[in-house]
């Protein structure tokens, strides 16, 4: 079952090339194939005219002058025609294809998608791809040419002379067998530079995040060491598969090759002599002999790169199919009763849980606080409510319903995160706020105003660009977007993982005052702003320590208490 849905899946990636593409396909393969009659035209052109020399007739010569004007008016369209539409046919065919892998990216969990490494991705997504281009799609149809070209020559050759069509034949099996010989390996070589150019794309990504860092540190040595080390391991792969494509080369193209070739010139030489062909035969012969041993030399090694090419859509489907999301039941974008975690125990390392024996219940429409130290748990709480990590003990259910068995897409249509780490794309700021979907004019203001983006959009306008992951704006600008961007978004359930940490205090206090007011949101936030303004609108405070609920209740029971939060809230006030 699991090799059917993995057939399934690379079948799909091959469709993509030809999906809404298979008349461009078909125009193509035809205009490939109607240039082999031009061809072939040209070399008996060339006979003809040698035996015309012989006889002196110069009517005839003139025909065949005619013959040849056409010949290279219409081969020159047919050629045109072919390339243009192979050139359409690879841009349509690597859109689809691309686009198809995205899409399939896309559909992964935030779960499936935080264990794998997006260098990886880069690498399928452009080397490959590269290596797709030129070694699967462009060969094919040369291929397909010579292979046509192959038996319409020998077909060819056998109405000239059967005895040297035979003679031929058997010259051209050295340079096929050394060709199928040689191709395994070729396959094997390409494979190994795919999977190390996945390697240097991931580390390359690493050094580049991590700039910052080792400029601070002055590791620019260390890390110098590092990059060519990654860099000489890469390009030692790319120096064995070019040995090995010049050992194809030279022993399929050159050396059959030219013995194939010289074979033909001093039997067509000899049979000339002896008159056993004309000499305007022995000419032909020698011509079209080329397009054996183009055909020899190219088809099998063009073969064995297909075939290495074909091995890396098997990589892309393994990818992409490699931590799929989960299948669940859809539930409704609605919270009808509540959310709540019952003996939750969870750590990223099986023997040293970050949450320990944790239940709580978060209400439909209310409000709820969380605090606690750093390295609490507080983040790891937000990241499972919104499916991230699986393998906790104990149960998290939504009105009832366990998270582990709903749908991922159906939760994030219930659940919104603002996390402590802002992405913007580098785009305008109100494309990063609408998240490139159409908004009513008037639910985009809303959104900019409750964020405290309104002065800063009268400054700048718009259409700003942030720059790269936003780096034209400061930080609280940046989170001041990502908090628009989920209000826009109006799920049922909004998460706050100190959303406003980069924001001034006066700041702070009044988008999160704004927030508090929206109607009909169940809100939790995580926040180490402890100020008595905004702790008295939370129906409920829950306290971490060390991954258990120390305490829970309203913040004037809390501080009659006298325990926990009240030492919290004594210490940052």
Not at 234 to 255: F, M, N, T
Not at 535 to 546: G, R, S
Request: glycine share 8%; charged share 20%.
């Amino acid at each position: 079952m699991k090799k059917q849905a993995k057939n399934s899946n690379i079948k799909e990636y091959l469709s993509a090339f030809y999906k809404h593409n298979r008349l461009c396909f078909g125009t193509a393969l035809l205009f490939s194939l109607l240039v082999i009659p031009v061809d072939l035209s040209l070399s008996w052109l060339l006979g003809a005219v040698t035996n015309v020399i012989g006889t002196g007739d110069m009517n005839e010569l003139f025909r065949l002058l005619i013959f040849a004007a056409v010949l290279v008016f219409a081969g020159s369209g047919i050629y045109l025609i072919k390339l243009r539409t192979i050139s359409v046919f690879i841009h349509r065919g690597l859109k689809q294809y691309k686009a198809l892998a995205f899409q399939r990216l896309s559909q992964k969990s935030i779960s499936a998608f935080t264990k794998e490494n997006t260098g990886r991705y880069l690498s399928v997504l452009t080397n490959d791809v590269n290596t797709l281009e030129e070694n699967y799609l462009s060969r094919f149809f040369e291929m397909i040419y010579l292979s046509v070209l192959f038996a319409a020559t020998l077909i060819f050759m056998l109405w000239y002379s059967p005895l040297m069509t035979v003679i031929t034949v058997v010259l051209s099996l050295l340079p096929m067998a050394s060709s199928m010989a040689l191709g395994g390996e070729m396959a094997r070589r390409v494979k190994k530079v795919s999977d190390g150019n996945e390697r240097f794309m991931a580390h390359l990504k690493d050094l580049l995040a991590g700039f910052s860092v080792l400029k601070s540190f002055k590791a620019e040595t260390e890390v110098g060491a590092l990059f060519e080390e990654s860099n000489a391991e890469i390009e030692d792969l790319k120096l064995r598969r070019r040995w090995w494509e010049s050992l194809l080369s030279v022993v399929a193209g050159y050396s059959c090759g030219f013995t194939m070739q010289i074979g033909i010139f001093f039997v067509g030489a000899l049979l000339a002599i002896r008159g056993s062909v004309p000499i305007g035969t022995a000419i032909v012969f020698i011509q079209v002999s080329n397009y054996l041993i183009q055909a020899v030399q190219q088809v099998p090694q063009q073969y064995a790169a297909r075939k290495a090419a074909r091995g890396l859509i098997d990589k892309l489907s393994e990818v992409t199919e490699e931590n799929t999301a989960r299948r669940g039941d859809a539930i409704p974008p609605i919270l009808r009763d509540s959310i709540s975690l019952d003996r939750v125990t969870f750590g990223y390392d099986a023997d040293t849980p970050v949450l320990k024996d944790l239940s709580l219940t978060l209400e439909a429409g209310k409000k709820y606080a969380l605090v606690g130290a750093s390295g609490s748990g507080k983040s790891t709480l937000m990241n499972l409510l919104m499916g991230a990590y699986d393998g906790y003990e104990g149960s998290i259910s939504i009105d009832g319903k366990g998270l582990s068995t709903v749908d991922p897409d159906s939760l994030y249509d219930l659940i919104s995160l603002i996390g402590q780490n802002v992405f913007l794309f580098d785009d305008t700021v109100l494309k990063n706020i609408t998240m490139f979907k159409d908004f009513p004019a008037e639910q985009v203001r809303q959104a900019v105003e409750r964020s405290g983006l309104e002065s800063f959009l009268n400054e700048r306008g718009q259409d700003y660009r942030c720059g790269e992951n936003g780096v034209g704006l400061s930080g609280g600008e940046r989170q001041r977007i990502s908090i628009a961007r989920a209000l826009l978004r109006g799920t049922p359930v909004l998460l706050l993982d100190e959303a406003t940490a980069s924001l001034d205090n006066q700041t702070a206090f009044a988008v999160t005052d704004s927030i508090l007011h929206l109607d009909g949101l169940t809100r939790l936030v995580v926040t180490h702003r402890l100020e008595e303004g905004l702790l008295e609108q939370y129906d409920e405070i829950f306290v971490l320590k060390d991954g258990t609920l120390k305490e829970q209740g309203r913040f004037k029971d809390l501080m009659e208490q006298k325990g926990y939060f009240y030492s919290l809230y004594t210490v940052s006030n």
